[in-house]
């Protein structure tokens, strides 16, 4: 007999099918918990700023250092936009650890999320 003909065996069946689908979505849950709290934090190469920005790559927060006062304000905001980018790099980094180590390397939705993550953070695919 076909085991979904069969009353008990389908209600064991529909029973593991929502175990899984429970399992995945509090791993869904879990993982994109993770990457909201993700930062990244970058200095510039000159050490003129330091920038620290959340998993989106929206800045949360910007220090200067006593060096900006011998630097013009073009160096300045150089340095604003090189930090910016070195610390969205970081935090693009972690979210695809994350992704990685959640989903597996070879997961087609792992590399769909991290296509995601490079495109925000204006990075070209990574293997």
């Known amino acids: ?9 389908s209600l064991t069946y529909l029973r593991g099918w929502q175990d899984r689908v429970e399992r995945n979505a ?17 200095r510039d190469g000159n050490d003129l700023t330091e920038v620290t920005v ?5 800045l ?11 630097f013009p304000p073009s160096a300045v905001a150089r340095a604003v936009l090189d930090a910016s980018t070195a610390a969205r790099r970081a935090a ?8 990685t180590e ?6 087609p939705a792992a590399r769909a999320i991290t296509a995601q993550i490079d495109s925000r ?3 070209g695919p990574h293997g």
Not at 1 to 9: I, K, N, S, W
Not at 54 to 58: F, H, I, L, V
Not at 92 to 99: L, N, P
């Open 1 to 9: 007999m076909d085991e979904l003909l069969d009353p008990d065996a």
């Open 26 to 42: 509090a791993t869904a849950r879990d993982t994109a918990d993770r990457i909201a709290a993700v930062r990244g934090t970058a």
């Open 54 to 58: 959340d998993s989106t790559g929206a």
């Open 60 to 70: 949360l927060d910007i220090r200067f250092t006593d060096r900006i006062h011998r």
């Open 92 to 99: 693009a980094g972690r979210a695809r650890e994350i992704v």
């Open 102 to 107: 959640t989903l597996g390397p070879d997961s």
């Open 121 to 123: 953070a204006g990075e």
